[in-house]
């Protein structure tokens, strides 16, 4: 299918307790049968360093913060990552997602929305999509990218003030029927399942309002 894809305003997310039991039952799979990596279909995000990084350290209220992101191989093997924040196949999920936290806790973070039209790529394969969507790293290798958090969204609730940028690395914590596995076994490598945080400092104030200094000594990446 075609889509457009766009974030809805303030729409609750559940993404974190679905996807945890999808990554459950992956997971258990790969318990069952950890022969050789030809047959291992997916590694885990302990496989890989998540970092992301900002333009800048001061932002205004409603303007769209860039993220730069790098992914790096730091396993001893050849793994798939995705390749984008969205798949070529309209409503999965995306595999980048961010919100802000404030000084008390407070999350924003959007929803996301689908708008599909039937396309060619519904008659794609699995496999044939992957080659559309993920890309091999060997050890020590790294993709970088950008996606947008649009602080617009929350403008009306936003305050000046220090924000932590909280960005989250998703795999394919998809269903497989056994079909789609086997192709996906027989890729030659295995795919990112699980998901892998980091996080950054951003000031967001009105416009005319003096900066704030960021501490950056508080600069962390989430486990």
Not at 28 to 51: E, I, K, R, Y
Not at 189 to 197: D, K, M, N, Q, T
Request: glycine share 8%; net charge positive; aromatic share 8%.
């Amino acid at each position: 299918m075609a889509c457009s894809r766009q974030p809805l305003y303030d729409m609750p997310v559940l993404m974190h307790n679905s996807r945890a039991e999808l990554l459950v039952c992956l997971l258990l799979l790969c318990a069952v049968a950890p022969t050789t990596q030809a047959q291992q279909p997916f590694v885990h995000s302990n496989d890989v360093v998540f970092s992301i990084r900002t333009d800048s350290k001061g932002y205004k209220i409603g303007d769209q913060i860039v993220i730069h992101y790098t992914i790096r191989n730091v396993s001893n093997g050849v793994l798939y990552v995705p390749r984008s924040q969205w798949e070529v196949k309209c409503g999965n999920p995306p595999h980048l997602w961010s919100r802000l936290e404030d000084s008390s806790g407070k999350h924003y973070e959007p929803g996301y929305g689908f708008s599909c039209l039937e396309s060619p790529v519904d008659r794609m394969s699995v496999s044939e999509r992957m080659r559309k969507d993920a890309l091999l790293l060997k050890p020590g290798q790294e993709v970088t990218g950008s996606f947008d958090f649009d602080s617009k969204i929350f403008a009306h609730k936003l305050k000046p003030g220090v924000y932590r940028l909280e960005a989250v690395l998703y795999g394919w914590n998809l269903p497989f029927d056994n079909n789609q596995l086997s192709q996906l076994a027989g890729m030659g490598a295995p795919f990112l399942i699980g998901e892998s945080a980091a996080s950054t400092q951003v000031e967001l104030r009105r416009d005319g309002k003096k900066k704030i200094g960021v501490d950056k000594s508080r600069f962390t990446r989430a486990p």
